[in-house]
């Protein structure tokens, strides 16, 4: 196994949608105010890893199933094209599910959206990208548990490439919310109010 390289490439995969309702359920904000290259910086420049690549992953809704966030999206990832992020858009999918009324207790339906392919495209774009030895730090800014075999195969890569490679998940937490957890595997690095109120989107994109 190599030592640890001095120069450590880093490429972050955003999952665009799952920060958003990470950051809703630690901090409260009601929309992905967010700006991913201010908080991959902060990150990489926390622990002097060097940004290759920001790769920003997100579903959109069509424009006649909601137009608001269509618009919302639609401009924010051309800003992120701007500013040199590579961004991968999915349509959203809506349905419709079943859940109790808190205040009658009689079961109503309520519209879900639901993302088609976006998990995929970051669990096979992970592995791709460490096979081909395009980074020595993969940075996953989500929790969800579907990458975890996706973190299994980078370390296989590892041991037979016979190199360094880190992996890590950075995620928005609260002190009041205690059982989150990141994904198995990886380096958990946790965002708090006051680091992620410093990497703030103020644009109005709608």
């Not at 395009?134 to 195969?153: T, W």
């Amino acid at each position: 196994m190599r030592s640890e390289p001095s120069i450590k490439r880093t490429i972050a995969f955003f999952d665009g949608q799952n920060i958003f309702h990470a950051a809703r359920e630690a901090f409260g904000y009601q929309s992905p105010n967010y700006e991913p290259q201010k908080l991959t910086s902060h990150i990489c420049d926390s622990y002097n890893w060097k940004l290759e690549k920001i790769r920003f992953y997100t579903g959109v809704p069509k424009a006649d199933e909601n137009k608001k966030l269509h618009e919302f999206w639609s401009q924010k990832t051309r800003f992120l094209k701007q500013r040199g992020v590579e961004v991968f858009k999915h349509p959203l999918y809506y349905r419709y599910k079943e859940v109790e009324c808190p205040n009658c207790g009689e079961k109503i339906k309520k519209t879900v959206a639901k993302e088609k392919g976006v998990d995929i495209r970051i669990a096979l774009d992970i592995v791709r990208l460490a096979n081909e030895n395009k980074y020595d730090v993969c940075l996953i800014f989500s929790q969800d548990m579907d990458f975890l075999e996706a973190v299994k195969e980078v370390k296989e890569i590892s041991h037979q490439q016979e190199r360094w490679i880190k992996i890590a998940c950075a995620f928005p937490d609260s002190e009041t919310l205690n059982y989150r957890r990141g994904i198995e595997q990886t380096d958990w690095i946790k965002i708090n109010k006051s680091t992620y109120d410093e990497c703030l989107d103020h644009r109005k994109y709608n």
